[in-house]
């Protein structure tokens, strides 16, 4: 049976790695979180005192920057940090840090290597357009403002992190100007993107409707 990648985008907080998740586990394909790769460098540079705005000193420290992948775990220098990149120190950093070249070109440089072999779903904001423009499948998810950040809140929660819903609002919003508005690699819908408004759907049901899609594309023929 053919594998096919599958890019996963869109907005934060419409359920993109949740979903992405159990697409592959559903499949038996790899879940690559490109987010939390974002977010890991952008903590490497908070906790390191790093100066994001000197473009010098990031192309420095990104040599000391070592991410992979354990299972669902992500690990900065052999360090498990699940928890350490959901809070919100990194939530209000990790647009800008993601806009920086050097750092898209060295995350990029490696999403492309895992995706090499297929069998993958990546969610991110740039996956269908930038990492794997041919890439078999192309979702992008969207939802409404309050939704999302009642959805992020929840999520926070659970992490046993509390914040502010209004605050969550605004981080959303700011966040969804800088993702859109970066000059390299910015957020946008593939021109053959699947759009899927995720506002009135269950986890269960946004994950049926890409599973479907996904199988469709992989029996086709």
Do not use: W
Not at 8 to 14: A, E, F, H, K, M
Not at 99 to 126: F, N, P, T, Y
């Amino acid at each position: 049976m053919k594998k096919i990648v599958i890019a996963i985008d869109g907005y934060s907080g419409t359920g993109k790695s949740s979903t992405a998740k159990q697409v592959a586990a559903k499949l038996g394909y790899t879940y690559i979180d490109s987010g939390a790769m974002y977010r890991a460098v952008t903590y490497f540079f908070l906790s390191n005192n790093v100066d994001y705005h000197d473009l010098e000193e990031v192309r420095k420290s990104l040599s000391d920057c070592q991410i992979k992948f354990e299972g669902s775990s992500i690990l900065l220098n052999d360090k498990n940090v699940d928890h350490e990149i959901r809070t919100m120190g990194v939530n209000q950093n990790v647009s800008p840090v993601s806009a920086i070249s050097k750092v898209r070109q060295k995350l990029v440089d490696q999403q492309r290597e895992m995706g090499k072999r297929k069998g993958v779903v990546m969610d991110g904001r740039d996956i269908g357009t930038v990492v794997f423009p041919d890439a078999e499948l192309k979702v992008f998810m969207t939802a409404d403002m309050d939704v999302r950040a009642e959805r992020r809140r929840k999520e926070l929660v659970k992490k046993g992190i509390e914040e502010n819903l209004e605050a969550i609002k605004e981080n959303l919003a700011n966040r969804d100007h800088i993702d859109s508005s970066r000059a390299d690699s910015p957020l946008k819908m593939a021109s053959d993107a699947k759009e899927i408004d995720t506002s009135n759907l269950t986890l269960n049901q946004q994950i049926d409707k890409i599973v479907e899609m996904a199988e469709g594309i992989i029996h086709e023929g």
